[in-house]
């Protein structure tokens, strides 16, 4: 499965601890966040992501700021994108389960490193249930 990243100066060891666990379970990541906390805007780490998901390079993307807000309002410009805010596996677990989000957003300043690890793990080993909620995600997208 292939996995684009990406994050603002608010996530580089975020990223770091993920990537690694990725790679560990045998996840392909591309990686287009900044390894630095010098002061980046977010939406230019984050379009690459939606893009690699817009275009099917990538099966889900992970994107990291400081609220996880900013990147997931810029990522879910995208067409065929579904970014989902998560702070905690439960959310994480929802946003998979009942909204088919393909996009993780986390927030680096309201979570640990840790906590970021375990939300990663819960978002890509839920899978969409359908049913009732498939509409719904089919009225999503504007027409």
């Known amino acids: 499965m292939k ?6 100066h608010a996530g580089p060891e ?13 996840y392909e ?37 400081g609220s996880g807000n900013g990147i997931a309002m810029t990522v879910n410009k995208h067409a065929g994108v ?5 702070w905690t596996k439960e959310i994480a677990y929802l946003t998979r389960l009942h909204n088919d989000a393909n996009v ?7 979570t640990s490193i840790q906590q970021a690890v375990e939300i990663v793990e819960t978002f890509l080993e839920t899978a969409f249930e359908g049913g009732r909620h498939q ?3 089919n009225k999503i997208a504007c027409q």
């Open 29 to 65: 990541v591309t990686n287009y966040g900044t390894d630095t906390e010098a002061s980046v805007d977010y939406p230019d780490f984050g379009h690459p992501v939606a893009t690699d998901v817009e275009e099917g390079k990538a099966d889900f993307g992970i994107v990291i700021c």
């Open 14 to 26: 975020y990223k770091k601890a993920i990537v690694k666990w990725l790679e560990a379970k045998g």
């Open 135 to 137: 509409n719904r995600v």
């Open 104 to 110: 993780l957003s986390i927030p680096a300043r309201y």
């Open 3 to 8: 996995i684009s990243i990406g994050n603002d």
């Open 82 to 86: 579904r970014a989902g805010l998560c």
